[in-house]
């Protein structure tokens, strides 16, 4: 409780705050984010979210969504304390803000990923955790400050969304429990997962059918990998968001240990997302790149277009498998 109680007394001591999150932000990158924004907002500080990428558009449903402002928001009103969440390391806040962003007075990390680095002033990681969120929740418990139906809805959801709508292995007897405490609060569990999982629109539908033209697999079929590329996003009408659960379609495939989902970005670089159901550590495997994550789920940016991306992580991915 150590962590907690430091934490808590720089946030007590200060009173200006920057909050950010890793690139392509998630589910629990952005349910953290939000609660944390309101619980700061509640003890009357002055807050502020900057982000690299947009909040895909199925999570507008959560409250303060609209307090994400985007990175070039953030010029020289610099902050008093940052504080970036889920993360694994600072860079992976982008490249703009993790130079420019820089508080007077401290960085507070939170974060639970295995492969985190300690790069705050404090840090507060939790690799036990199921998310970020469920350590959000934690943290405000502490404090003692009622939780309440809005900061339940975005802490629910990003434990959903990191559980795998817990059906993953970090869905613990403590994640389960504050999942129930937040269920409690009077948030509608079914309107969540609708919101997330089943609001669609049509041109996400039409990329899902242009990206499974690209499935492929190693020929033992422990690696699979889908692409999406800037002329599917154009012919589609649709943006890198709209690739978010696509990868959960190659996890899925009996043999495969290790998915990936590689999007083109309009620089011509590749984003990388990362999953295993197996004994694979991928968050090791983008560590090799540049990115971050934890076991099961990882992502990283590569250099490159998105059939050489996908041949450089295949490569990685088998020697890791080779190096069991």
């Known amino acids: 409780m150590e962590d907690y109680q430091a934490i808590l007394r720089v946030f007590d001591q200060h009173q200006s705050f920057a909050l950010s999150t890793h690139v392509n932000p998630d589910g629990d990158a952005i349910g953290s984010e939000l609660a944390l924004y309101s619980f700061l907002k509640d003890l009357g500080k002055q807050v502020k979210i900057f982000n690299t990428d947009t909040a895909p558009k199925n999570y507008r449903f959560l409250p303060f969504y609209d307090a994400i402002l985007p990175a070039k928001a953030f010029q020289d009103d610099f902050p008093e304390v940052l504080v970036v969440l889920d993360a694994g390391v600072l860079k992976r806040i982008g490249t703009y803000l993790s130079r420019s962003l820089v508080p007077t007075k401290a960085t507070v990390n939170i974060d639970h990923h295995t492969a985190a680095d300690r790069f705050g002033d404090y840090n507060l990681v939790e690799t036990d955790a199921s998310s970020t969120s469920e350590i959000i929740y934690r943290l405000i418990r502490h404090h003692g400050t ?39 609060e009077g948030i509608s569990v079914d309107e969540v997962y609708r919101a997330v999982y089943e609001s669609l629109p049509i041109g996400t539908i039409l990329l899902l059918s242009e990206v499974f033209q690209t499935l492929g697999t190693t020929p033992d079929g422990k690696v699979g990998w889908l692409y999406a590329t800037q002329e599917m996003f154009r012919k589609t009408g649709t943006t890198r968001d709209d690739v978010d659960g696509f990868i959960n379609h190659i996890r899925s495939v009996d043999t495969v240990e290790v998915a ?58 088998q020697q890791r498998m080779m190096d069991r």
Do not use: W
Request: charged share 20%; net charge negative.
């Open 260 to 317: 990936i989902l590689v999007s083109e970005q309009k620089n011509g670089e590749s984003k990388a997302s990362l999953r295993s159901k197996s004994s694979v550590d991928v968050g090791e495997i983008a560590a090799v790149f540049g990115g971050g994550g934890h076991q099961r789920a990882a992502g990283c940016e590569i250099d490159a277009p998105c059939e050489e991306a996908i041949a450089q992580l295949v490569a990685a991915a």
């Open 146 to 184: 009622p939780i309440g139906k809005e900061r339940a809805l975005c802490l629910y959801t990003g434990i959903m969304f990191d559980t795998g709508c817990f059906r993953y292995s970090n869905s613990t007897p403590k994640a389960h429990h504050v999942a129930a405490e937040l269920i409690q």
